[in-house]
């Protein structure tokens, strides 16, 4: 239970007020449903006729000798005045309104736990998702996506369900059961040493019982994440899928995963049901040995209690009963919970390993040049996938980077944004190291197109302003133009306002590189990256999308991975990538009179 305290005391804080109110509610709640239960013994007392008459007040004074007695005599009062029938309706109205105002006070202390609860699920998910956002791409390179989302999702639930819904219990049944053991220490204390030797060896057993279920549930989660995980893949892949008729394949992968989470789940789930079976029977145990020796104690005169007392006093303990069960399931349901936190805690515990230095530079334009100095670089330590590579881009150039897949091009441009960081050597920008710069910043200074458009469900305006504030729709209009958009966009439905769909599904290949397009010319940065930005487009796609792209690249410093060498015949130059090096530079008709690997890679084109 340290680690449930310790997540309350992680997120609590921010809410003490509705904390505090709610524990002084719950408090009054208990004290009147103690007071409601005591009213038992006068109401029994009347109908047995066993009343001693009281016939004097004592003085009005805060204790509970003072109020029993005059409360006594009133009741004497009221019997001996109008007979045993309207004391004993003066006695229910009483226990009527001792229980209205335990159940108001409870209700309100409910309330204030829920705004806790709901609150701290909010923040839980605030902290998690910035926490994704701000993780540099390392992390997810080494994490499944369906894990990601499993963790957002699935384990932020399962700490609502479990934990959240616990908190209202761990507030009010300790009051409820505190409060009733010092009415019961008061009626009888001997009776009460009995009952407290009882019920931790019957909490002991039902913890003992419970505590294989974190490790369960962990298991039972990740196994979840694989499953999401497939779901993901599917839907991402689901064309593949079909083109190679490779639907057995995968829903037998996706069966497999799915029955071993029901194996773990069935598991789980039927040691978490036996929590109520174990505490009933046990709760009922304690009862009957309770009975037992306390009627001992009545049978032999040695207890300081009457049959009415120990009727009374038998209630009162009944009421424990139900809140220290109801510990008992909350125990089986936190531990589910706990290994959900678990899972979660290993997202918003990872280590930034890009991030801002101390005292790092602000910086608001690109002056002079790009500086990619001995630069050296792998993945997890793993083989070097760039070595040793020195070049320096001046403003205003355009290099083209070409070369066999794998060859390296992709990481050479991912370093400059610091999407990762170099091993060996750095880049420079301006003559400054980049890791010198603020992150927002240096990014500020670029733009992106990639191969694949990364595009949101959202509107098409959203889409080419996203990232910029304040874009208005003319800004937007002149980028659309600019990228040979604004007359596709215009023929939808609804202009600009018209959603594309789950990453742009509504819109062709080509038109959905033109938003991307429109959406790096309307942030207007000084450096362009241009990752195989036509590669997969049709002829007629790839000529509107290479006039949009000589338009973008205009007065820009550009770095463009080609994989047609025809786009970048008029680089200022071209870069040659094999192994991780580059190993040969120059100008389109410089390479091409080398007879060198560009002249091979561009002949092998042509064929």
Wanted: hydrophobic share 45%.
């Amino acid at each position: 239970m340290k680690d449930f305290f310790s997540i309350l005391k992680r997120f609590l804080p921010p809410y003490k007020g509705d904390l505090i109110l709610s524990f002084i509610y719950n408090l009054l709640g208990a004290v009147f449903g103690v007071f409601s239960f005591v009213m038992m013994k006068p109401i029994l007392e009347i109908l047995f006729n066993i009343t001693e008459p009281i016939n004097e007040m004592v003085e009005w004074e805060f204790s509970t000798s003072a109020l029993n007695h005059n409360f006594y005599y009133y009741t004497t009062q009221m019997k001996n005045d109008y007979g045993a029938d309207s004391a004993l309706i003066f006695v229910g109205m009483v226990l009527v309104i001792a229980v209205a105002l335990k159940v108001g006070f409870t209700y309100f202390g409910s309330y204030h736990i829920v705004n806790i609860r709901n609150a701290v699920v909010r923040d839980l998910r605030v902290k998690l998702y910035h926490k994704i956002i701000s993780l540099p791409i390392p992390f997810f390179t080494d994490e499944k996506k369906g894990d990601i989302i499993a963790r957002s999702t699935g384990d932020v639930q399962e700490v609502e369900n479990s934990i959240m819904n616990s908190l209202d219990m761990f507030i009010k049944n300790p009051i409820i059961i505190l409060v009733a053991l010092i009415a019961m220490i008061k009626m009888s204390p001997e009776l009460t040493l009995f009952v407290f030797i009882l019920l931790p060896i019957a909490g002991g057993i039902i913890g003992r019982i419970g505590r294989t279920l974190k490790g369960r549930s962990r298991i039972g989660q990740n196994l979840m994440a694989d499953l999401l995980s497939t779901i993901e893949e599917t839907l991402s892949g689901l064309r593949i899928i079909k083109a190679f008729t490779a639907e057995k394949k995968v829903e037998s992968k996706f069966t497999k995963e799915n029955n071993d989470y029901r194996r773990t789940m069935n598991s789980l789930m039927r040691r978490r049901v036996l929590a109520h079976p174990v505490s009933e029977f046990l709760g009922t145990m304690v009862i009957v040995i309770v009975l037992w020796y306390g009627g001992r104690l009545i049978i032999d005169g040695k207890g300081t209690m009457n049959g009415a007392d120990f009727i009374t006093y038998l209630v009162i303990f009944y009421s424990v009963i139900n809140p220290a069960k109801s510990f008992s399931k909350a125990y089986y349901s936190i531990q589910k919970g706990l290994a959900a936190m678990d899972r979660i805690d290993q997202v918003l515990e990872a280590k930034s390993t890009i991030t801002d230095k101390e005292n790092a530079e602000s910086v608001g334009e690109f002056c002079n040049s790009i500086h990619y100095k001995n630069v050296t670089f792998s993945y997890n330590g793993e083989r070097n996938v760039l070595k040793n590579v020195d070049l320096e881009i001046p403003k205003g150039k355009t290099v083209a980077l070409v070369g066999q897949s794998g060859s390296g091009k992709t990481t050479f441009v991912d370093l400059l944004p610091r999407f990762y960081d170099v091993n060996e050597g750095s880049i420079l920008v301006d003559g400054i190291d980049i890791r010198d710069y603020k992150m927002k910043d240096l990014r500020n200074l670029m733009g992106n197109v990639n191969q694949e458009s990364i595009l949101f469900n959202d509107t098409i305006f959203n889409n080419i302003a996203f990232g910029v504030e304040n874009a208005t729709m003319d800004d937007v209009i002149a980028a659309a133009k600019i990228a040979n958009a604004h007359d596709f966009i215009s023929a939808t439905e609804n202009g600009y306002d018209t959603n594309i769909g789950d990453r742009g599904s509504k819109l062709s290949g080509g038109q959905r590189q033109r938003l991307s397009i429109a959406r790096a010319v309307l942030k207007n940065p000084p450096i362009m990256i241009l990752d195989e930005a036509t590669s997969a487009l049709d002829t007629e796609s790839e000529r509107l999308v290479q006039d949009a792209l000589d338009k973008l690249m205009k007065n820009r410093t550009s770095l463009v991975i080609a994989h047609r060498l025809s786009t970048v015949k008029n680089a200022d130059l071209i870069c040659v990538f094999n192994e991780g090096e580059i190993v040969e530079r120059g100008k389109h008709d410089e390479l091409i009179e080398k007879d060198g690997a560009y002249k091979k890679l561009y002949d092998m084109q042509l064929l």
